[in-house]
């Protein structure tokens, strides 16, 4: 397992020597002592990703493609070794575990390909004695800041685009879960890259490593997945050197259920939706609203679905439901629900948190709220927890306009068979995302991101290496 930063294609320990521990949040062992980095560090790697990107740039993106698809083929070859450390640092469950290196990896193998496809335009120009050009160029070195809760995909979601594109890179990722990145960094060596194209600085003080990503020039993007919170102190910060920035940050997803719609379906969607990591994901279904007609009906199957669900330690078999990252998510799950039932909602199955034998005091038992209505807290912020609240609605009016009074704009989904609808509410949402009678459409080939205070640019898809591209206009006079 690695440990120290990698920077120019070699793990080194921290300038300052210090370390610092990272722990498994379903039982507190420790799982390893990480290098604490700090902005010397940080400044390390922006020189050596400065350093790789000439050569990196003018590769032919045939070849950038053959490291970026082999490191896809080492993470499927290492996937349970990757998938074991992943839930150890993270909690999730084993299974879901494996499906984000495979999700992970299918970054880097899209963006292979995507790669030999950033072509440039010719324009007629209204002179005949000039040609005019638009080149498309990597924008320099880019950065990335990931969060905790997909500490293997958030890494390639980002790599993939910015290595394809020809840009060099230097990730910091959070650090709960610094050690899914290093092992990517450690196969990113047996792929091939060469050194400095892949840069990853561990440590404690993310203000201060970030600092190396809006203090250089040559850093040319920044690209942060996490709170919307730390996501405007990063756009902030990018106006020191103008810097492009893109950023996926929190969200408030409704789960539309129309009394059209197939309830199978609803529920496998609800559950697939709200559940995956315990609800710890930014997409996750935050706010039921189940139309009246079905309600009852829905709300039967879920709970019964959500109260046979396994909560346990992630590398136990058979779990569905981990731990709490921290104790203060514990404390927000717990604090939506006592405000819910405060207000005269009740829980049809959970409603507390949960002791797992052997285990850290950190697990939250997955709670159906019924009754809930919109001013109480759980409908109005996030709750990043396995809280699911129902709301009864009418009219598809009152269901749009509940869905739409947040600042977030991230995903939303709805359940109808209702093919008018459908496009109606697909158009009106305002969100990035929307899911139709699909609880889990991110995927690498489409442009994933959110409006609003849930960011600014795309990752996935055509779009996402855009952001990694500069445009470059060539006025040829040829007479
Ligand atoms: P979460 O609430 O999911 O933990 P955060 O936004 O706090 O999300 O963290 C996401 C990433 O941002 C992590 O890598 C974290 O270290 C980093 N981060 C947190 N605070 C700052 C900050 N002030 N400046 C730069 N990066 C930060």
Redesign the pocket.
Known sequence: MQTACFIDGSFVPARSGRTFAVTNPATDAVVAQVADGGVADARAAVDAAARAFPGWKSMAAIERAKPLRKLAELMHRDVERLADLCSQECGKPLAEARVEVAYAASFLEWYAEEGKRVYGETIPASDPAKRLLVLRQPCGVAAA?????FPVAMVTRKMGPALAAGCTQVV????QTPLSALAIAELSVEAGFPAGVLNVVTGLD??AI?EAFFDNLTVRHVS?T??TE?GR??LARSAANVVRVSLELGGHAPFIVFDDADLDKAVAGAMASKFRNAGQTCVCANRFLVQRRVHAEFVARFTAAVAALKVGDGRAAGTQIGPMIEDAGLHKAETHVADALAHGAHATTGGSRVKVPGCADRFMAPTVLDGVTPDMLCFREETFGPVAPVYTFDTEAEALAIANDTPYGLAAYLFTADGARIMRMAEALQYGIVGVNDALPATAQAPFGGVKHSGLGREGGHHGIEEYLDLRYVSWRVG
């Open positions: 800041i990931t969060p905790w809760n910091k990722p959070a650090e993310a203000p970030t942060f996490g709170s730390v102190i990063l």
